[in-house]
């Protein structure tokens, strides 16, 4: 699979990614919005310690859908999270722009770092291992992070804003306990105080 073969997808449970277009290469030596550090509205620094810029591969800027969109509640206008895969870019660092996340600035200044998981080979959630980057723009808040991609060619990464639990999990889980406590059921329930 080559460059142009990477894809990114979100069409699996609690998958939210709206959209992502690949940023040309004449235009990869800022990240989104065209600063080189964390800045507030203000434009003042957030840390007065300059993050090194990191050289990347390949960059994406990623959109994503409003929290609640697509269930029975309806979209709301927070998009508090994100979590989408990507198949491809083996061997790549490869730099994603979040475009469109509420402000989440205080929770990466205190050391917040997305997680990943590869499949198969790093199955097991992890904490990213290079420290993202941050603005605010107009009132608009951006993201950034890099990731080197597994070597293994059959292998898909997954992204989260935070440990991941979705649906189908927690109805796995309730089933479990359900089996593992089926036999409280037929207790009756006594106190002793009355």
Not at 132 to 157: A, E, G
Request: glycine fraction near 6%; charged fraction near 20%.
């Amino acid at each position: 699979m080559d460059d142009s073969q990477i894809v990114l997808f979100a069409d699996f449970d609690s998958g939210n990614m709206a959209r992502y277009e690949r940023v040309p290469k004449t235009s990869q030596s800022q990240p989104a919005g065209g600063q080189s550090s964390n800045l507030v509205e203000n434009s003042e620094q957030i840390s007065p310690v300059q993050p090194i810029q990191q050289k990347f591969d390949i960059e994406f800027n990623v959109w994503t859908r409003p929290d609640c969109d697509g269930t029975p509640a309806g979209p709301n206008p927070n998009r508090t999270w994100f979590y989408f895969g990507v198949r491809g870019g083996h061997g790549k660092f490869i730099k994603f722009n979040l475009m469109n996340l509420n402000r989440q600035g205080r929770l990466f200044e205190m050391g917040m770092l997305p997680v990943f998981r590869t499949v198969p080979g790093h199955e097991k959630w992890s904490r990213i291992y290079i420290k993202p980057t941050w603005q605010t723009i107009d009132n608009q808040f951006y993201m950034s992070f890099i990731h080197r991609f597994s070597d293994r060619k059959d292998s898909i990464t997954y992204f989260a804003f935070c440990f991941p639990h979705s649906y189908e999990e927690c109805q796995a889980m309730l089933h479990e306990y359900d089996k593992q406590f089926e036999y409280s059921c037929s207790m009756a329930w006594h106190s002793s105080y009355e």
